[in-house]
């Protein structure tokens, strides 16, 4: 097994994993070798690599506790598809998965530092790294 991945880089294993570090169209290769040195036709399929969705939001001002905060959400899917699912967790043991990037209220019984997380996902199936952002209620 000789895999070329386009990428610079190669495996000789029969079922590698590979990781594109950055995104391409990428057109990989594969030849296998017989025991008895007969080589086989180059196998090729092309491979997209996609960016990962950024993730970003905003909140109303002030931040209350007990007054309801609204969250609004600024995330991208930099030009591949479009995003498809919102995933908040919101530091209070609250958890919210949204499949529209609808503004949204949150409510917060007391003050103090709050390290609210997002993760959103593409249409194209990649998932943004997770956004932690503190954020000081009063």
């Known amino acids: 097994w000789r895999w070329i991945y386009g990428d610079g880089r190669t495996d000789t294993i029969q079922n590698p994993r590979h990781q594109f570090l950055f995104v391409d169209t990428f057109s990989v290769r594969l030849v296998?070798?017989?025991?008895q040195g007969c080589i086989s036709d180059t196998a090729i399929r092309t491979h997209?690599?996609?960016?990962?969705?950024?993730?970003?939001?905003?909140?109303?001002q002030p931040l209350c506790e007990r007054q309801g905060i609204q969250f609004t959400d600024t995330s991208s899917a930099l030009g591949a598809g479009t995003l498809v699912q919102w995933?908040?967790?919101?530091?209070?043991?609250?958890?919210?998965?949204?499949?529209?990037?609808?503004?949204?209220?949150?409510?917060?019984?007391?003050?103090?530092?709050?390290?609210?997380?997002?993760?959103?996902?593409?249409?194209k199936g990649c998932q943004s790294d997770t956004l932690e952002q503190q954020t000081l209620v009063h």
Do not use: C, E
Not at 32 to 35: C, K, L, R, S
């Open 32 to 35: 296998v070798t017989t025991n």
């Open 48 to 60: 997209i690599v996609h960016p990962l969705p950024r993730t970003g939001f905003s909140t109303s």
């Open 87 to 123: 995933h908040w967790q919101m530091a209070d043991g609250t958890n919210y998965t949204f499949t529209n990037a609808s503004s949204f209220v949150h409510v917060y019984d007391t003050a103090g530092l709050k390290s609210i997380r997002l993760t959103v996902r593409s249409s």
